[in-house]
């Protein structure tokens, strides 16, 4: 997998909402700085992958140009307030709808120069399924800290905003060390095939 490939897809978002929550003393000017900002960083980090058709490169161009025309362009600005809600949305329905229709979004990254015989195997979309699951249920959770303190905008809550950025850290260990992992077993695996005295000095 390309790691390096799939994190620089997530740049936009965190910067985004980075720059919309920084203390600038406008509101609006911290939006309009977010937007701008993010839509930049998907074009200079996902470029190559919009023109290849990357479902979330795609996907976060979409959302930041849309929402920069709706709420910056057209004024409704009370879209504003559920942002960060419809995002973390966003995001776990195309985790969970890539997943339903059989082509987990981080098939696109790891294919990159991986031969066409071992990308159409079963343990590689087997790998690809799982660690895509792992980033649904992270955003779904997201998604649910964000919505819970939509409707309930408690000051003394607000500490649990912080919490789906542990579930993103949670994410992006797993789709580091959950490749390796099972590279190494299947490298293990075939050693012991065919050298099974191995085994027997260990």
């Not at 004024?75 to 966003?90: E, G, R, T």
């Not at 195997?121 to 649910?144: D, E, K, Q």
Request: aromatic share 18%; hydrophobic share 60%.
């Amino acid at each position: 997998m390309n790691i390096l490939s799939l994190f620089a897809a997530f740049i936009p978002w965190i910067a985004f909402a980075l720059v919309a929550e920084a203390p600038l003393g406008n509101p609006g000017l911290s939006l309009i700085l977010a937007f701008v900002i993010a839509i930049a960083l998907t074009l200079l980090t996902s470029y190559h992958q919009i023109l290849k058709g990357y479902i979330l490169a795609i996907v976060s161009l979409a959302f930041f140009a849309v929402f920069f025309v709706l709420i910056i362009g057209l004024k409704y600005y009370y879209l504003a307030n559920y942002i960060a809600v419809l995002s973390m949305l966003l995001l776990t329905i195309v985790c969970w709808a890539t997943i339903l229709f059989r082509f987990p979004f981080t098939l696109q990254y790891s294919r990159e120069g991986v031969e066409p015989e071992r990308a159409k195997s079963a343990p590689f979309l087997r790998v690809n399924y799982i660690i895509t699951a792992v980033w649904a249920i992270a955003f779904t959770l997201g998604f649910a800290i964000d919505a819970f303190l939509l409707v309930y905008p408690s000051p003394g809550l607000l500490f649990w905003d912080n919490l789906k950025w542990v579930f993103m850290v949670i994410a992006i260990i797993f789709t580091v060390w959950y490749p390796a992992r099972v590279h190494k077993q299947r490298a293990l695996e075939a050693l012991t095939k065919y050298r099974p005295d191995i085994l027997k000095k260990a």
